[in-house]
């Protein structure tokens, strides 16, 4: 194939002097609330609040069941009940933790026949739809914190743990 430079600086210079395009609702379509909060019917792990969490004014969480994700850049938690968000919680903090690889895991010699039990335990564990590599373990719990008078809630992924604190 070949290239024509002609063309290529045709569409430099149209592209230099023409308007830029107009965002209909002024966002950029990665900051839109669509694409940056939304929420799949992926399996989100389920917090379970006992007691009702809200201001002085009245406005906050009421007792129930919520989902809770992360948003994609994970700066808030954001808390659906029922596909519909109810909250978006700062995060103030992020910890990142190595996933162990199994390929840098040193060889352990042990005999056929122990080594075939396990790869016939493995492909049963598939066979039910099991697989370990695929399973993310997610987790959610909520704490009261006395000093700062508010809630810390700890979202848990496989190597991810985010903290997020309500103040009331």
């Known amino acids: 194939m070949i290239i024509d430079n002609s063309f290529i600086a045709y569409e430099y210079y149209k592209n230099q002097y023409t308007p830029k395009e107009i965002y209909p609702s002024g966002q950029r379509d990665e ?3 669509i694409d940056k909060y939304n929420f799949s019917n992926k399996d989100y792990p389920l917090l379970i609040i006992k007691d009702d969490i809200v201001n002085k004014s009245g ?3 009421k007792r129930g ?3 809770v994700c992360p948003d994609k850049y994970f700066d808030f938690l954001l808390i659906y009940q029922k596909g519909d968000l109810r ?3 700062p995060v103030i903090s992020v910890k990142f933790y190595e996933s162990e690889n ?3 895991q040193k060889p352990q ?3 056929y026949s122990k080594y075939k039990k396990q790869q016939d335990k493995e492909y049963r564990k598939y066979l039910k ?3 370990p590599d695929l399973i993310d373990y997610k987790t959610v719990e909520i704490r009261p914190v006395k000093e700062q008078n508010g809630y810390l809630i700890i979202y848990n ?5 985010l903290l997020g604190l309500i103040k009331l």
């Not at 992924?157 to 743990?161: C, G, W």
């Open 129 to 131: 739809g099991e697989n």
């Open 157 to 161: 992924s496989n190597n991810i743990e």
């Open 109 to 111: 010699k042990i005999s």
């Open 31 to 33: 900051n839109k609330l």
């Open 65 to 67: 069941f919520y989902n």
């Open 87 to 89: 909250a978006k919680i």
């Open 59 to 61: 406005l906050g969480l």
């Open 102 to 104: 199994t390929k840098q």
